[in-house]
């Protein structure tokens, strides 16, 4: 099983990015996809998870409006599209999956696979 993700990097506050997650080795059809982040100093922090048969969604309070949780089942591809971005949004970002399972039965039991972080940094 792997969970890579990749999109990451610095960009000015307002400014915009699109972090991916390449899934392989599992059933991506019947799993949730989650988000997660880290800043440094702070416990790590679900933001978006998205369930991938029937792509229901949820979205933490402080990205609502802002991000936005998709998938691409041709390409085992989550994305996580992130818009007007703020210095708080800067962390590690981790995507993570619970197979077969829906986001909030992910969130009940936890995650069965994590991948590597990708660095978001918010910074004029």
């Known amino acids: 099983v792997q969970l890579q993700a990749s999109g990451g990097g610095l960009v000015q506050p307002g400014g915009s990015l699109r972090l991916s997650c390449v899934a392989s080795?599992?059933?991506?059809?019947?799993?949730?996809i989650l988000w997660f982040r880290q800043a440094p100093g702070k416990e790590r922090t679900r933001v978006s998870c998205?369930?991938?048969?029937?792509?229901?969604?949820y979205y933490a309070d402080s990205v609502k409006g802002r991000f936005t949780i998709s998938r691409e089942n041709a390409k085992s591809t989550v994305y996580l599209n992130m818009n007007n971005l703020k210095p708080e949004d800067s962390a590690v970002y981790y995507c993570?999956?619970?197979?077969?399972?829906?986001?909030?039965?992910?969130?009940?039991?936890?995650?069965?696979?994590w991948g590597k972080g990708t660095q978001v940094t918010v910074s004029s």
């Open positions: 993570a999956t619970r197979e077969r399972s829906s986001c909030l039965e992910a969130h009940y039991f936890g995650m069965d696979y």
């Open positions: 998205i369930t991938v048969s029937d792509g229901s969604t």
């Open positions: 080795g599992f059933g991506l059809d019947s799993s949730a």
